[in-house]
């Protein structure tokens, strides 16, 4: 049930290829548009390690690859400007991201801005760059992921990390969507385990943030343009696809992280992150996500092993603002509760996580991840910045709410 009769709209990418073996039939996809030219964007480790070929041997050999493998984690303006002169070389007519949420942001940004003549901050929202629009362009964007996490393979929006001042900024327009997204789940099978636990945790804290942001309706009109929230909302459909991912990342997790070639696991990790990312680029998050940034931006942790130490306290701060959503999302989570009082539940909701967390191998609080308790007074005051995730949380949180969530996920 919903509480709301508001008018709300839902995007999501033009095409979605969901499936194993999904990659091979991307050549045959790619007749239909006219393709002669293409670029690769992806990583060197992925290039070496042979992940890429799949995709390549799917496409005709009428059809002229060229690959940028200059992919980094967290990429900077460096990477993304490498990938655009390697687009203005090549000229293509379609961008393949192949990796993880980079390759697939520098993929998407890539295709959308090649040939256009304006610096690429420009593209990023005020007061960091001057919001201008990402322009239609006529090139074909296909985003392939071969980690379960980000959700970027969905999405209409790129992270652009910009070191120097320990930040990390977005571009985000409807143009960004990729045209066909292609999610193969058995790319996902060489993940390593640490890295299938960071995503697979990133994935579940979409999925919840999204089930438990702010209605459509209810988000304040911003003071400034900076406080815009990233996205509109939670709705009915957010909620069917992230209650969906909620279940499948919380009975699938463990199994894929234990065995990397259970391909259920796997097949069923990758249906939940792109259902959780499908969920929140319509809901948006929480304050999860914001307190994440400036604790990854400090302490270069990777995003899903920061999301999951704050999760917890997270939902815990937040529990009283709705318990029967708290309710569902420990049952989803597999937890039985007979006879629990709602404000139990919510507790319940967050220890399913913690235990999750924990049997996936991943460091249970910020004082694991380097963050000293001296830091806490500042990195409140740095996420209190971040007020277009901030919003978006159902309980509202001023600095001192901020420190007391970082303390008790110390
Ligand atoms: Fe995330």
């Given at each position: ?63 002229e ?22 687009a203005d ?27 256009t ?47 120097e ?8 327009s ?20 640490a ?5 697979g ?37 957010t ?17 894929a ?20 990312g ?60 007979e ?15 913690e ?38 949380n ?5 600095r ?11």
């Amino acid at each position: 049930m919903h509480d709301s009769d508001s008018v709300w709209e839902f995007a999501i990418a033009d095409r979605i290829a969901f499936g194993n073996g999904s990659v091979e039939e991307l050549g045959a996809r790619l007749a239909g548009r006219s393709v002669s030219t293409l670029l690769l964007v992806t990583d060197e480790g992925l290039l070496e390690a042979g992940v890429v070929d799949a995709v390549r041997e799917s496409i005709p050999t009428a059809i002229e690859v060229s690959v940028f493998d200059g992919v980094e984690p967290d990429p900077d303006l460096e990477v993304y400007e490498a990938a655009l002169e390697a687009a203005d070389a090549a000229e293509p007519d379609a961008v393949v991201g192949v990796g993880g949420g980079s390759s697939i942001d520098v993929a998407k940004v890539t295709g959308s801005l090649a040939g256009t003549d304006r610096e690429l901050l420009e593209y990023v929202a005020p007061p960091i760059g001057d919001g201008a629009s990402v322009p239609e362009s006529g090139t074909t964007v296909v985003a392939v992921p071969t980690t379960a996490g980000t959700g970027s393979e969905s999405s209409p929006a790129a992270v652009v990390s910009l070191p120097e001042r320990e930040l990390k900024v977005g571009i985000s327009s409807r143009h960004l969507y990729p045209d066909l997204a292609v999610v193969d789940p058995l790319l996902t099978a060489s993940l390593p385990p640490a890295v299938t636990a960071a995503s697979g945790m990133d994935a579940l804290t979409h999925a919840i943030e999204s089930y438990t942001t702010r209605r459509y309706d209810a988000k304040p009109e911003p003071d400034h343009p900076d406080e815009r929230p990233d996205y509109g909302g939670r709705t009915e459909l957010t909620d069917l696809y992230a209650e969906k991912a909620i279940e499948l990342i919380g009975s699938n997790l463990r199994r894929a992280v234990n065995n990397g070639n259970d391909l259920e696991a796997r097949r069923n990790m990758a249906l939940g992150s792109l259902l959780a990312g499908v969920a929140f680029t319509n809901a948006g998050l929480g304050a999860t996500h914001a307190l994440a940034y400036p604790v990854a931006g400090e302490n270069h942790t990777p995003h899903g092993v920061t999301v999951a130490a704050l999760l917890p306290a997270v939902m815990r701060y937040n529990a009283s603002t709705a318990f029967d959503r708290y309710r569902t999302i420990a049952q989803l989570l597999g937890e039985n509760l007979e006879g629990v009082s709602d404000r139990e539940a919510g507790d319940r909701a967050a220890a399913a996580v913690e235990a999750l967390a924990d049997d996936v191998g991943i460091p249970s609080g910020l004082r694991d991840l380097g963050v000293e308790e001296g830091d806490v007074p500042r990195l409140a005051e740095k996420t209190e910045e971040i007020q277009r995730l901030l919003v978006g949380n159902p309980r509202r949180v001023d600095r001192e709410a901020l420190e007391e969530i970082l303390e008790s996920a110390y």
